[in-house]
T-cell receptor, first 114, second 110 residues
Framework: EAGVAQSPRYKIIEKRQSVAFWCNPI?????LYWYQQILGQGPKLLIQ????????DSQLPKDRFSAERLKGVDSTLKIQPAKLEDSAVYLC????????????FGPGTRLTVT | QKEVEQNSGPLSVPEGAIASLNCTYS??????FFWYRQYSGKSPELIMS????GDKEDGRFTAQLNKASQYVSLLIRDSQPSDSATYLC??????????FGPGTRLSVLP
């Protein structure tokens, strides 16, 4: 079974530029999550989708971050404009309904904002 | 603000010993509890989930949950150098509001 796919793996941008990350969850996983993990900290949930609906986006900085999951499969997370403090690893995870929300993570995208 | 707390470590144990990792959480209605392992530069990988009070064993790992004390722990028996990693505790309520702790760094000394 293929795991969660993410791209790109690394991205370096200047502040005020925009960036987008892509995630493809494990086949059949209806729930998809985006996390931000700053070095030395635990992952922080940004947004959770159930199919193509948003379940939780309470910690998403909506003035600069946006996410979509139009067909209930792939998802994109966008930052516009980026700030220095957005430098982090962005993790995508997915879970299967009925699995007790056990999440499986992709390899992550390391973002550096200069 | 829901919180999950863990000792940051590092926790150092000799090879073959039992490593004990602890986690406390603030939200009394939390329902699901997870332990993840994260190697340096890698993404978290699920070790165990636990949903009801008591112990749950899987190989060398045992998760313990005490909802009255809002406490969950992970025991690693016969610790190996390959267990050296950061261990993350995660908690959720009704399938949302996922909160991760800061992680405890474990070092198993040969």
């Amino acid at each position: 079974e293929a795991g969660v796919a993410q791209s790109p793996r690394y991205k370096i941008i200047e502040k005020r530029q925009s960036v987008a990350f892509w995630c493809n969850p494990i086949s059949g996983h209806a729930t998809l999550y985006w996390y931000q993990q700053i070095l030395g900290q635990g992952p922080k949930l940004l947004i959770q989708f159930q199919n193509n609906g948003v379940v939780d986006d309470s910690q998403l900085p909506k003035d600069r971050f946006s996410a979509e999951r139009l067909k209930g499969v792939d998802s994109t997370l966008k930052i516009q404009p980026a700030k220095l403090e957005d430098s982090a690893v962005y993790l995508c995870a997915s879970s299967f309904a009925g699995s007790g929300y056990e999440q499986y993570f992709g390899p992550g995208t390391r973002l550096t904002v200069t | 603000q829901k919180e999950v707390e863990q000792n940051s470590g590092p926790l150092s144990v000799p090879e073959g010993a039992i490593a004990s990792l602890n986690c406390t959480y603030s939200d009394r209605v939390s329902q699901s509890f997870f332990w993840y392992r994260q190697y340096s530069g890698k993404s978290p990988e699920l070790i165990m989930s636990i949903y009801s009070n008591g112990d749950k064993e899987d190989g060398r790992f045992t998760a313990q949950l005490n909802k009255a004390s809002q406490y969950v722990s992970l025991l690693i028996r016969d610790s190996q150098p390959s267990d050296s990693a950061t261990y993350l505790c995660a908690v959720n309520t009704h399938g949302q509001n996922f909160v991760f702790g800061p992680g405890t760094r474990l070092s198993v000394l040969p």
